[in-house]
């Protein structure tokens, strides 16, 4: 059975919002006109790239790179009001923003050639990547099948190196969103998704090197958010509830936190870290 059909996910074309010109993308000019850059629009004149990155964690990504002047494209899945949603709220802080239909989990096809086409048509050729689309099946290792591992690795693992593959030379900064599950046992069904994002961090330390030093490739692996995406998995709130109780900073994650931790690695500060996995977990991963 292909495993989109368990999930309802169709195989119609890509759906394409043409970008929307922000009102206030333009940093302000000097008095002998020379573009000024505070560091409250630092990545002005970059374009980035996030895959699934209209709600959750690819949301509070994309919402951090445009506040901080990136214009920026976001692919989704199934849910394009909330692209919609997503590109409005992007382009009101004043850059251009445009979203389309991807799914990357597909091992036939080539999405991830044809999204860089469609960004670089549409804003220019990407210069910044968070490779954040996530989906699979909650299906323990002994029951899965042979497209369900595809379908997983190929919209982790591969479609991380395609789209750099497609990207470069171009590309300044790469962030990929991993999962605690690529280095510790999440149990009850997450063995496929774990495998994938293990895949995943490591491709992210072989890019570095071979990307050195004019691209640097890193992971940021949040703690448990609250997300749609999340609270599809059984024993959401058991989990929420948890990891609350036991996390050193007091809450959970927030896609906001994370936003801020992919913007500083894609940023010039943070020029000599490349091949890491930063962990934004609120201190719940260092308890035994």
């Not at 195989?11 to 409250?40: C, F, I, K, L, Q």
């Not at 692209?83 to 080539?110: H, I, M, N, Y």
Request: hydrophobic residues 40%; glycine residues 10%; neutral net charge.
């Amino acid at each position: 059975m292909d495993p989109r059909t368990e999930t309802g996910d169709g195989t119609e074309p890509s759906t394409t919002d043409r970008a929307v010109p922000g009102t206030g993308g333009s940093s302000p000019a000097s008095h002998d006109g020379a573009e000024v850059r505070g560091p409250e629009r630092s990545f002005a004149g970059q374009v980035a790239l996030v895959t699934g990155g209209t709600k959750g964690i690819g949301g509070g990504i994309a919402r951090r790179l445009a506040a901080l002047g990136a214009d920026v494209a976001v692919t989704y899945l199934r849910d394009r009001t909330s692209a919609e949603k997503t590109v409005a709220t992007l382009t009101e802080l004043g850059v251009r923003a445009c979203s389309r239909r991807a799914f990357f989990g597909d091992p036939q096809g080539d999405v991830p050639a044809a999204v860089v086409d469609w960004v670089t048509a549409e804003l220019g050729p990407p210069t910044l990547l968070v490779s954040n689309a996530g989906t699979g099946v909650e299906r323990s290792l002994m029951d899965s099948k042979r497209s369900h591992w595809d379908w997983t690795v190929e919209t982790h693992a591969r479609s991380l190196l395609r789209l750099v593959q497609c990207a470069s030379p171009g590309l300044r900064a790469v962030v990929a969103v991993s999962s605690p599950g690529a280095q510790r046992v999440i149990p009850h069904a997450y063995g496929l998704l774990a495998a994938s994002k293990a895949a995943q961090e490591s491709l992210v330390r072989y890019l570095a090197v071979e990307l050195a030093p004019h691209c640097r490739v890193n992971a940021v692996t949040p703690g448990l958010v609250d997300t749609d995406a999340a609270r599809s998995f059984g024993r959401h709130e058991e989990l929420f509830t948890t990891a609350r109780s036991r996390t050193p900073a007091g809450r959970l994650t927030s896609p906001d936190d994370v936003g801020a931790a992919a913007a500083f690695l894609l940023s010039d500060d943070a020029r000599m870290i490349t091949g890491q996995n930063l962990v934004i977990d609120g201190g719940y991963s260092i308890l035994m």
